[in-house]
């Protein structure tokens, strides 16, 4: 609508999933009607002066609301508690998305008190080639997409590959990282790409592997299991964190392969300020990913096609562009009709 001021997403550039999101939130604002336009993070100086509505788009320690705009955050964070100094930050906003219920529940048990609206983007923006066959390949492959950080496991995956499969030939793991990444595989069949792509190669990458794979100690939401259960992969993963949101537990019957974990301390923190008394994550060890490993493999044809469609059925009742927008919609009338 004309009269309507525009939105503005600032978006920390710095860190490639924001980037994502960023793009994401654009396009929901836009299809529920809100002019919008997305701006690097901090380019304060550049948000038109309409009182309009401001996304931030960035982590912790670097939200900061903009005098005279209707301030929104959009904080994904992954451990179980967010540092006292953010939430203080956080409370002198309007109010906060978030796209998981994780988020959410870390937030309320942090100490933020202004309103929170579990308000993900659509997640299916960007078009993402489907799965058609689940025959499996031989060696069986298994994806697993991530950044070089303690964070994703991926010293626990490799470890959990080597104790699921002795010897090079039944499988094979493909951990798709960024072009920083200098890692040695320590096997044949551990192959580690760290080859600059863009997101529509990346997003094609996943339906020529027979299962997605996580070991993550925790995620806000994880854009990678979301982007294999959209490409009707099926995946293997904790319960825990985002992917709560993300996958169907059941009953009847679960949507995805259970990783076993245990919640403990969050022990290896990035930097001091982003650290906070009893953080927790979700931590398995290389044997429980193992078990998950060969079940995966042993499984059949049917039950990896099963269990794809069922999980991307789950999905779609939040993340997809028929949930989300509708909903970012009626919240955004709300703001601007003063409610």
């Known amino acids: 609508m004309p009269d309507r001021p525009p939105a503005t997403i600032l978006t920390d550039h710095s860190l490639g999933s924001y ?31 309409t009182g309009g509505i401001v996304l931030h788009n960035t982590i912790g320690p670097s939200f900061s609301p903009i005098p005279g705009a209707y301030n ?34 870390i937030l309320s048990r942090s100490g933020v008190d202004i309103p929170v609206h579990i308000l993900p983007p659509a997640l299916d923006k960007d078009p993402i080639p489907e799965k058609t066959t689940w025959n499996r390949n031989r060696p069986f492959r298994f994806l697993s997409v991530g950044e070089a950080h303690f964070r994703k496991g991926f010293h626990l995956l490799m470890e959990a590959f080597t104790l699921a499969f002795r010897a090079p030939g039944e499988a094979e793991l493909v951990i798709k990282t960024s072009p920083s990444c200098a890692w040695q595989s320590p096997r044949e069949d551990i192959i580690i790409d760290p080859s600059w792509m863009d997101r529509s190669e ?30 009707r992969l099926p995946v293997a993963a904790n319960y825990w964190g985002g992917h709560v949101s993300l ?75 028929t949930a989300a927008v509708g909903r970012i919609k009626k919240r955004v009338d709300t703001i601007l009709n003063g409610g």
């Open 19 to 49: 980037k994502i999101i960023g793009d994401l939130y654009k396009s929901a604002l836009q299809a529920a009607g809100l002019e919008t336009v997305e701006l690097p993070y901090p380019a304060r100086a550049d948000v038109p002066d």
């Open 72 to 105: 929104i955050a959009l904080p994904l964070h992954e451990w179980s508690r967010y540092p006292r100094p953010w939430s203080d930050t956080l409370n002198r906003f309007d109010e906060i998305w978030v796209a998981s219920r994780h988020v959410g529940d």
């Open 202 to 231: 990346l997003l094609g990458l996943y339906r020529g592997f027979d299962a997605y794979v996580t070991a993550s100690l925790g995620e806000g939401l994880n854009l990678t299991v979301a982007e294999a259960i959209l490409a």
């Open 247 to 321: 996958l169907d537990p059941g009953p009847p019957e679960v949507a995805f392969f259970p990783v076993e974990f245990k919640e403990t301390e969050q022990v290896y923190c990035s930097t001091p300020e982003y650290f906070a008394p009893d953080q927790m994550c979700a931590y398995s060890s290389p044997d429980q990913i193992a078990t998950t490993l060969r079940k995966v493999v042993k499984s059949s044809s049917e039950t990896r096609r099963i269990l794809a469609g069922r999980a991307r059925v789950f999905l779609e009742n939040s993340y997809t562009t």
